[in-house]
């Protein structure tokens, strides 16, 4: 396939007249329109206003998809406590499935082509299995929880753990690397010792696999850690092997100079979930002292419930312009680098090479945006559009993979309208208060 139009090849590259020729599922020509065009004359044709790498959701909750707006004005603990846990230990398999499905065809209909997916305790396979049917890229992830933990959710350790090495051995890898596995603790307030430290075995035991879990997004939490081992949550997590360049760290906001140390020292992953980290008043991350550091920061929305929406790019305007205020800087984070945190940082958080931009011998993850509309008119500059105008619904072409997952605006891998209607069947049923 030949894709042609502003091609955003990267946050330094962009081709005003340009495309892209996929074959299989690899990009073999990025450049010029008409010399791509003479080159592959037998290439189907398909234009689009600007061509774009797939974006990287580097932390979001797919199978919390039903509880949109169950939760709003409230902070961390209690959102978890007496809301989103609740849900999530009501959901059957066929409501995680539901949720799941929801989770992903919203991705696809904004453009994020790959993500990070922190999931539940129970029912996992239902949302591998969905991210496998619909062509997503992602990195996914059954959640660890063995102590202080609702009924429904709270596991024994062994056998949390146990189920988690029966999916890695299922899932991870599959679908031509496609989809992988991460060993998701869901944060150490809800994770003994044993818990943690097995984590980090499991994923030693596997090539490939990494670790994805929340950290510092709220300070009762750090309290709690704290006040249980007796470390601030980032020296706690390092400590029982929770640090490294195969680990994702969502959130990270409340760290001091050591524990910044230890992340820059580790290599490890922080992913920035503004509009999250707004919404639950938890703070603001201290993003741009982590890319000063060298810190690979990559961007996510986090889940619907306190979000709450999973649009990439709106997630790409909020990170800047939170970034600006609280440093009083208008330079701070500009569209080049929230561009580069929603693209190859998030590919890079991922695991997965060749990932976030459009280059030859790259991985054909494209995503194709309308520009005719009144929002980007007039269109002084593509990069500043995408980080601070554009929308999710502006995405009107999708690919993983090289396998078109979405064109002119509809869904190909999906029945969205049934998908939206076992939405509400289900959302109708569950439990979402403690």
Request: charged content about 25%; some cysteine; overall charge negative.
């Amino acid at each position: 396939m030949l894709l042609s139009g502003t091609v955003v090849a990267d946050a330094d590259t962009v081709i005003p007249d340009g495309a892209v020729v996929v074959e299989g599922d690899i990009i073999v020509a990025v450049g010029d329109r008409s010399t791509c065009r003479d080159q592959y004359p037998g290439h189907e044709h398909h234009a689009c206003d600007v061509l774009v790498p797939g974006t990287v959701g580097g932390h979001v909750h797919s199978v919390q998809s039903l509880g949109r707006g169950i939760a709003d004005d409230t902070e961390l603990l209690e959102w978890l406590s007496e809301y989103v846990l609740p849900m999530e230990a009501s959901l059957s398999a066929d409501g995680m499935r539901a949720a799941a499905e929801l989770g992903y065809l919203e991705l696809i209909e904004s453009g994020t082509t790959t993500c990070i997916d922190h999931l539940s305790v129970a029912h996992a396979e239902e949302a591998f299995e969905a991210a496998r049917e619909f062509g997503i890229r992602g990195r996914l992830g059954k959640v660890l929880m063995d102590k202080d933990s609702p009924a429904g959710l709270l596991e024994e350790t062994d056998a949390a753990l146990e189920e988690s090495e029966r999916l890695v051995r299922r899932y991870h890898g599959v679908d031509d690397g496609r989809i992988r596995y991460a060993v998701t603790p869901r944060f150490a307030v809800s994770c003994t010792e044993a818990c943690l430290r097995g984590a980090r075995e499991l994923a030693d035991a596997y090539e490939g696999v990494m670790i994805h879990t929340h950290a510092s997004e709220n300070r009762g939490e750090i309290e709690a850690v704290e006040d249980e081992t007796g470390k601030r949550n980032i020296h706690w997590l390092d400590e029982v092997g929770l640090t490294g360049e195969d680990v994702v760290l969502a959130h990270c906001v409340w760290t001091d100079e050591g524990e910044r140390e230890v992340l820059a020292e580790t290599g490890t992953n922080v992913t920035y979930c503004p509009s999250s980290n707004m919404k639950l008043a938890s703070g603001i991350a201290p993003v741009l002292d982590y890319l000063d550091r060298g810190i690979n920061v990559a961007l996510g929305n986090d889940g619907p419930p306190c979000n709450n929406t999973l649009d990439p790019f709106t997630e790409m305007r909020q990170a800047s312009l939170l970034q600006k205020v609280d440093h009083l800087d208008s330079e701070a984070l500009p569209a080049k680098t929230v561009f580069e945190m929603a693209t190859v940082n998030g590919a890079q958080a991922a695991g997965f090479d060749r990932v976030g931009k459009l280059r030859e011998g790259w991985k054909a993850d494209i995503v194709g945006l309308e520009t005719d509309i009144t929002r980007a008119t007039p269109l002084h500059d593509v990069l500043s559009h995408l980080a601070f105008a554009a929308h999710g619904d502006d995405v009107q072409f999708s690919m993983v993979d090289g396998e078109v997952l979405m064109q002119d605006g509809e869904v190909l891998v999906a029945d969205a309208d049934a998908i939206r209607s076992r939405a509400r069947e289900f959302a109708a049923e569950m439990d979402v208060t403690a």
